[in-house]
């Protein structure tokens, strides 16, 4: 209970005139004033309530002030509940002695003085604050050093069970020491061995506690002793770990490899101790030599398989250019000429009927045949330009682009840098072609884009190509070109570039993509040469 908080005062009279008088007594108090006007009625209150005073009139129907009192007082939990009389009938000291014997702790006559009575009010009803706080206070100090004594059992019952984890460790480790294959060793700060383990002895065949100090040093191989020297001066002056590999003598007068590693233990950031292990790793040693000799080999066939499968792929890229220029020829020339013909003949024919006017009809199959004869062409031409191979690639993405900017309605620009661009080898013309055209391809079918610029430069040590557009973008896995993410189109346009030592980058510039293609100014040269050579 705090010093704020307010108790409980039972007022207890059949007469509400005076509960009224002694309510306003004791308002000045502050603390919760409940009136009762029977002795039963002030028993339920009690029963439900914590009160700290039960001020009552002794002369009450039923029940008179004595008589409540001795009841009150019968339940344990009003054993120490100040009681206090007042009378204005019962004056004599054999009534105030009655009062007393039945549990009161006051007794004050009427006239009440209001006054008096507010200070003895107060006086019990600050001894019950009190009196809860210390029982509260004694309640958190039971608790606490309750709290104390099984904290500090578990923390002797976990030492305890430490203690003997600590000696069941000590035992496993003698255990490990005396049975662990690796050789166990330790040093003093200044580098010398102080302890090592039997497996030493047991492979080297020397003599007991003769490896201690520096004798361990004649055992090792003399092309490894320098270095294993020097790399633990080296860790005692820089207190950095050590670790070595050298060739350790058998006691049948054959060398094993060997892997030396020690830490150092420190106190107070000074280096007190030195712990480490020597093992055994000829085994793996020849292992590596044997697996690195294989992956040296395995590389090898790997670059002739790699090499094998480029050559593959760029004849296949080659044929495909071919059957491309085939079937462009066929339809031009073949199904676009009987068109021609079929397109003449029916001009003939509307023209013969020259006297009257040509139906609907011929009319209708006259522009079919302008349709297909166009669609031929187109077709034709996608398949593979003309203009490529008889003016070259910039006078073939010209075409391109004005045809694919009529075809889809986005704004498509062409910048070239220097204007006088210079004609390529045809198989270089043919690539960069083919990488602009599916570029512009995944623009118009993907990218939802409404303006593309397109790039083609030359400076002094290589081409750069780059289609660019406002659209969404594109995933992080597809701009880093994973395998599982990029389709045929994508992978076509990097194989092309590799073709020529050059690469294909995909940039998210928000908006938009950037294509770009890097093609180096020494892989046309070796293209150059190698059409002069064929």
Not at 196 to 215: C, Q
Not at 247 to 276: C, H, M, Q, S
Not at 323 to 330: G, M, S, V, Y
């Amino acid at each position: 209970m705090s010093t704020d908080e307010k108790i409980n005062i039972l007022m207890v009279d059949d007469q509400p005139a005076k509960l009224l008088s002694y309510e306003v007594m004791l308002g000045g108090l502050g603390e919760n004033l409940i009136k009762a006007t029977s002795a039963k009625e002030a028993l339920e209150i009690l029963l439900k309530t914590d009160v700290a005073v039960v001020l009552m009139d002794v002369s009450m129907p039923e029940l008179d002030g004595f008589q409540l009192a001795a009841m009150i007082r019968q339940h344990p939990r009003f054993q120490r509940t100040a009681i206090i009389f007042v009378s204005a009938v019962h004056l004599t000291d054999l009534d105030q002695l009655k009062g007393y014997e039945h549990g009161a702790v006051d007794y004050i006559s009427v006239p009440v003085v209001a006054e008096l009575l507010r200070a003895k009010v107060r006086v019990f009803a600050d001894l019950h604050r009190k009196t809860r706080q210390l029982e509260t206070l004694n309640r958190e100090l039971e608790q606490r050093v309750l709290e104390r004594t099984e904290e500090l059992a578990r923390k002797a019952e976990l030492l305890l069970q430490l203690n003997m984890e600590l000696i069941g460790k000590n035992q496993e480790l003698d255990a490990i020491v005396h049975t662990a294959p690796d050789i166990i060793f330790s040093r003093k700060a200044d580098g010398s061995r102080d302890y090592i383990s039997d497996r030493f002895y047991d492979f080297t065949g020397a003599s007991p506690n003769s490896a201690n100090g520096s004798g361990w040093l004649d055992y090792v191989h003399p092309d490894d002793r320098d270095k294993a020297m020097a790399e633990w001066m080296r860790c005692i002056e820089s207190g950095a770990n050590y670790e070595v590999e050298y060739r350790l003598r058998a006691k049948e007068g054959g060398y094993r490899w060997f892997r030396a590693r020690a830490l150092p233990i420190r106190d107070n950031g000074t280096i007190v101790k030195w712990y480490g292990t020597c093992s055994d790793i000829h085994d793996s040693k020849l292992l590596e030599q044997s697996i690195r000799d294989s992956a040296a080999e395995l590389e090898k066939m790997v670059d002739r398989r790699t090499d094998e499968l480029r050559r593959l792929s760029i004849r296949l890229m080659t044929m495909q250019d071919q059957e491309r220029r085939r079937l462009a020829r066929d339809l031009h020339d073949g199904l676009g000429q009987e068109l021609a013909v079929a397109k003449m003949v029916l001009d003939k024919i509307i023209l013969q009927k020259n006297s009257d006017p040509p139906s609907d009809a011929w009319k209708q199959a006259s522009s079919i045949v302008d349709r297909a004869i166009q669609q031929v062409r187109t077709m034709s031409h996608l398949l593979h330009p003309p203009l490529l191979d008889e003016v070259g690639l910039l006078s073939a993405l010209s075409w391109y682009v004005e045809g694919l900017s009529k075809r889809s309605g986005i704004d498509t620009s062409l910048e070239v840098q220097p204007s006088e661009f210079p004609r390529l080898p045809s198989d270089v013309e043919t690539a960069v072609f083919r990488i602009v055209q599916e570029a512009l391809t995944n623009v118009f079918r993907h990218s939802e884009a409404k303006r593309v610029w397109i790039t083609l430069s030359q400076n002094n040590d290589k081409i750069v190509v780059a289609v660019r557009d406002d659209g969404k973008g594109i995933g992080k896995r597809i701009a880093e070109l994973q395998p599982d993410s990029v389709g045929v189109g994508i992978g076509g346009m990097k194989q092309r570039a590799k073709e020529f030592g050059g690469e294909l980058r995909l940039t998210n510039v928000h908006p938009g993509t950037l294509v770009e293609l890097v093609i180096p100014c020494s892989a046309l040269l070796r293209e150059s040469s190698a059409l002069l050579t064929s």
